[in-house]
């Protein structure tokens, strides 16, 4: 396992376990679920969607404070505003960025789908990452958003695809694109992974 993604790993279960521990509900996405999913790569970013609230905020600093760069006022307007917010592990350097959800289902239909990952044997640790149905959506809407110029999204997409194959629930994929608007990238990545497109 490379190191970088090694490192996102352990900062990672860092920051999950103080989740864990306030009783945040989370999951991990991005390039550390498409890695479990798919074809690992090293990456020194996490992303963690997180319905975190403000009252948990000077708990959250106060146990992160010593070994992160955090910004208390940044967390409060991520909050407010619903959009995301950087921990950066000093040691590492390792980044984390805390997505916020919006209203609406999405957030709890990720949630009925995300499915815990052991990452460690001793001690025993979980992770609770995105479906890999979802992680291919979401990995195509920024692909989208970034102009289709962005080779390691495309790559984790086929990762996951060529990898988990005929495990997808095609149903649930199919909705999940739809809903962001790109099942047209989806059908080109699946040609491309080499699998059926229904």
Not at 59 to 73: I, N, Q
Not at 87 to 108: R, S
């Amino acid at each position: 396992m490379a190191t970088e993604l090694a490192d996102a790993l352990r900062v990672s279960l860092r920051v999950v376990g103080l989740l864990d521990a306030l009783s945040i509900r989370h999951f991990v996405g991005g390039s550390v679920a498409s890695s479990l999913h798919g074809i690992p790569r090293a990456t020194e970013d996490v992303d963690i969607v997180a319905a975190i609230a403000g009252k948990v905020v000077p708990a959250v600093f106060g146990a992160l404070r010593d070994e992160f760069y955090v910004d208390a006022d940044m967390m409060l307007e991520s909050i407010l505003h619903r959009t995301e917010f950087n921990l950066i592990h000093l040691a590492t350097a390792t980044k984390i960025d805390v997505f916020v959800p919006g209203p609406g289902p999405a957030f709890e239909q990720q949630m009925l789908r995300a499915r815990a990952v052991r990452i460690t044997e001793n001690p025993p640790c979980d992770l609770v990452v995105a479906s890999a149905e979802d992680t291919v959506a979401q990995k195509l809407a920024r692909y989208r958003r970034g102009g289709h110029v962005s080779e390691r999204q495309w790559l984790d997409v086929l990762g996951v695809l060529k990898v988990q194959g005929k495990r997808l629930d095609r149903s649930i994929l199919r909705s999940a694109v739809s809903e962001l608007g790109v099942a047209d990238l989806l059908d080109s990545a699946l040609e491309e992974a080499g699998l059926p497109p229904g």
